[in-house]
T-cell receptor, first 108, second 113 residues
Framework: KNEVEQSPQNLTAQEGEFITINCSYSVGISALHWLQQHPGGGIVSLFM???GKKKHGRLIATINIQEKHSSLHITASHPRDSAVYIC??????????FGAGTILRVKS | DADVTQTPRNRITKTGKRIMLECSQT?????MYWYRQDPGLGLQLIYY???????NKGEISDGYSVSRQAQAKFSLSLESAIPNQTALYFC????????????FGPGTRLTVL
């Protein structure tokens, strides 16, 4: 079993819909990272969080340390949000363990 | 200008050839990493370096070697490329302390025929 599991693996939404991507992990962590990878391949950091909730524009990330679970929400989704969203956890020693990613497609 | 750069961005090579992928950073970070990404799998750590004199193997180091020429440069070599090394390769950097957030380069798409 992977230490970091994401769901769903694939998600198709209509423009304007509220989107949730989930990440569950089975190890102790110091922080969790949400990353975005566009079709061109580059990886961009969205959030790094160790507790609570963070918001940036239409993106919201939450984490529940006790339940070992994090969610990434996108409000008022737009076709430009189409990308792969990757959850990664810091196990300690500065090493990241990555989920397989969620492929999001937002249709207009 | 990008803080973390990788060269080349795309490379097609043949089985048995020696290949070097280069990573440079202007962030002043001590820690640098090489990852490999295969379709449907999470990124996997190949090698990492916490400073110029420190090199460590990651999860999948077989068939790869690295060189940390300076704080700002970290190169990944495939001594004799094989087709199952076809993948997307990412370099990343992070600070030694503080947030430890990793910052990624744009990736190198390598195809081994």
């Amino acid at each position: 079993k992977n230490e970091v599991e994401q769901s769903p693996q694939n998600l198709t939404a209509q423009e304007g819909e509220f989107i949730t991507i989930n990440c569950s992990y089975s190890v102790g962590i110091s922080a969790l990272h949400w990353l975005q990878q566009h079709p061109g391949g580059g990886i961009v950091s969205l959030f790094m969080l160790s507790s609570g909730k963070k918001k940036h524009g239409r993106l919201i990330a939450t984490i529940n340390i006790q339940e070992k679970h994090s969610s990434l929400h996108i409000t008022a989704s737009h076709p430009r949000d189409s990308a792969v969203y990757i959850c990664a956890v810091y196990k300690g020693g500065n090493k990241l363990v990555f989920g397989a990613g969620t492929i999001l497609r937002v249709k207009s | 200008d990008a803080d973390v750069t990788q060269t080349p961005r795309n490379r097609i090579t043949k089985t048995g050839k020696r290949i070097m992928l280069e990573c440079s950073q202007t962030k002043g970070h001590d820690r640098m990493y090489w990852y490999r990404q295969d379709p449907g799998l999470g990124l996997q750590l190949i090698y990492y370096s916490f400073d110029v004199k420190d090199i460590n193997k990651g999860e999948i180091s077989d068939g790869y070697s690295v060189s940390r020429q300076a704080q700002a440069k970290f190169s990944l070599s495939l001594e004799s490329a094989i087709p199952n090394q076809t993948a997307l390769y990412f370099c990343a950097t992070s600070e030694t302390s503080g947030r430890n957030e990793q910052f990624f380069g744009p990736g190198t798409r390598l195809t081994v025929l």
